[in-house]
């Protein structure tokens, strides 16, 4: 997962700022949904391409260079930041687009991460590529239309980590869609794109992320989860060239992209909710690291409702639901030689700490 510090959005931001037309936000000074409303004055109206030429826009904009750099697509279900992906697909081969499918690797197709059938399959929704993004086709359809949320016991698991199950946080209790976390800032910024691009429509859908307003947009229970995963995962240069390579395309730009900062002065209080469940795991830490011995120490001093063991493969090597701290330490053993994250949730609130083991 890409470190957050408070620091990182004025980072990316800067570096962001010089490919952004000059004067495309100069309308956007207000706070609050007046902000929201500011926002979608300035990125409506982008040119509407068809749905087929969402794989045009894909060989620009989804192409592999940040980590494998082989210029394959980038998908954020498949891709394995820290290890060999399990299969890859090309960009100009139209062979390796879906058709059938029956299991990982077999074609990619275009995933809606907020599902078609909310805005029934209508333009430009439907082929808007800021949200229809390039995906493994199984993968794809194992998320199907749920929401995306936490899931600490998933009854499926993607190659890289992407996981479906019931979502733990309060206020939802059903199925849900976890991306590894790499890409959680990367599926957050391309859902507020869509509560802002689509702001003169979004009050009409129903969905579960949904709240069925066109000002905060997003469900109460859903919400945190996406300024928590917008501030846990930075924007990435990836992310800034699909941006541009969008832009390039259909005109338009995502401001949570350009402008991080963009999403706190809008739903201000949903931040600050964040920003304290950061405070309280800042002090969860783990220890000795690295470990000698394949043993090592959770101390807490906040309830933890689970932790996971995830070596660079993205696969899930232990899973612990409402472990038991003793004196608020947790001891876990018998890792063998390598390197992991070990993942904390609490609440809708989650960490991850790097562990060496050897």
Not at 46 to 69: A, G, I, M, P
Not at 198 to 203: I, Q, R, S
Request: glycine share 8%; with cysteine; net charge negative.
């Amino acid at each position: 997962m890409r470190t957050f510090l408070h620091c990182c959005f004025l980072i990316f931001g800067l570096g962001a700022f010089a490919q952004i037309p000059a004067g495309y936000y100069n309308n956007a000074t207000g706070s609050g949904y007046a902000l929201k409303t500011q926002l979608y004055n300035i990125i409506k109206g982008h040119t509407t391409k068809s749905y087929n030429q969402l794989y045009v826009c894909y060989q620009t904009s989804d192409r592999d260079y940040f980590y494998e750099n082989d210029g394959t697509i980038l998908d954020v279900y498949s891709e394995k930041p820290g290890g060999t992906d399990s299969y890859t697909y090309s960009a100009t081969n139209s062979n390796d687009r879906c058709g059938n499918y029956a299991v990982e690797g077999d074609c990619y197709n275009r995933e809606h991460l907020m599902p078609q059938s909310v805005f029934n399959e209508a333009s430009p929704m439907v082929s808007d590529p800021h949200h229809v993004i390039p995906t493994d086709g199984k993968v794809n359809g194992m998320r199907n239309n749920f929401p995306f949320g936490v899931v600490n016991n998933p009854t499926w698991t993607s190659t890289n980590g992407s996981k479906l199950g019931n979502n733990s946080t309060a206020g939802y209790s059903q199925k849900a869609f976890e991306p590894i976390d790499e890409f959680k800032g990367d599926v957050a910024r391309c859902i507020l794109y869509f509560g802002v691009r689509y702001h003169n429509t979004v009050g009409n859908y129903e969905h579960a992320m949904l709240d069925g307003t066109n000002q905060q947009v997003f469900s109460n229970w859903f919400l945190p989860i996406l300024l928590q995963w917008h501030q846990q995962d930075p924007v990435s240069p990836r992310e800034i060239a699909r941006n541009n390579a969008i832009y390039a395309y259909q005109g338009n730009r995502n401001p949570f992209i350009d402008h991080p900062e963009y999403a706190c002065a809008i739903w201000s209080a949903g931040c600050a909710l964040a920003n304290e469940a950061f405070s309280a795991l800042d002090n969860v830490s783990i220890y000795p690291n690295p470990s000698n011995d394949g043993r090592f120490s959770i101390q807490s001093e906040i309830e933890i409702d689970a932790v996971e063991i995830v070596n660079v493969n993205g696969q899930v090597i232990r899973h612990i639901e409402r472990p038991t701290f003793e004196n608020n330490t947790l001891v876990i053993s018998d890792l063998p030689n390598g390197f992991y994250f070990v993942k904390m949730s609490a609440g809708n609130r989650g960490t991850t700490k790097k562990l060496i083991v050897q």
